[in-house]
Nanobody, 122 residues
Framework: QVPLVESGGGLVQAGGSLRLSCEAS????????KAWFRQQPGKEREFVAH????????NYADSVKGRFTVSRDMAKNTLYLQMNSLKSEDTAVYYC???????????????WGQGTQVTVSS
């Protein structure tokens, strides 16, 4: 069973919006913090946003602050990423990840989804 399953990616015009979802399986301890990362071809996977599962405190990369919002539904053990005012440079494969503690470093995350492609046309 895949621990994390993303959905909601697609093609959108610059300035548009998309909402990504990430459902965690029963394998993932419900209290784990969760985060979104993204990866462009030939580049390192980069941090996008993090949410502290227990109290909902959030943290964002400077490049998405004010445009993206991370949230969670604790009852469904599901993570969301609302992306507004999308730019061509937001084009990437987006991944959700889970970890017992806060980190913006992808190497410290134990569980990953398969990724969902977001393409922003200019």
């Amino acid at each position: 069973q895949v621990p994390l399953v993303e959905s909601g990616g697609g093609l959108v015009q610059a300035g548009g919006s998309l909402r990504l979802s990430c459902e965690a399986s029963g394998r993932i301890f419900p209290g784990y913090d969760k985060a979104w990362f993204r990866q462009q071809p030939g580049k390192e996977r980069e941090f996008v946003a993090h949410i502290r599962w227990g109290d909902g405190v959030t943290n964002y990369a400077d490049s998405v602050k004010g445009r993206f919002t991370v949230s969670r539904d604790m009852a469904k053990n599901t993570l969301y990423l609302q992306m507004n005012s999308l730019k061509s440079e937001d084009t990437a494969v987006y991944y959700c990840a889970a970890n017992p503690r806060y980190s913006i470093c992808s190497r410290e995350y134990d569980y990953w989804g398969q990724g969902t492609q977001v393409t922003v046309s200019s």
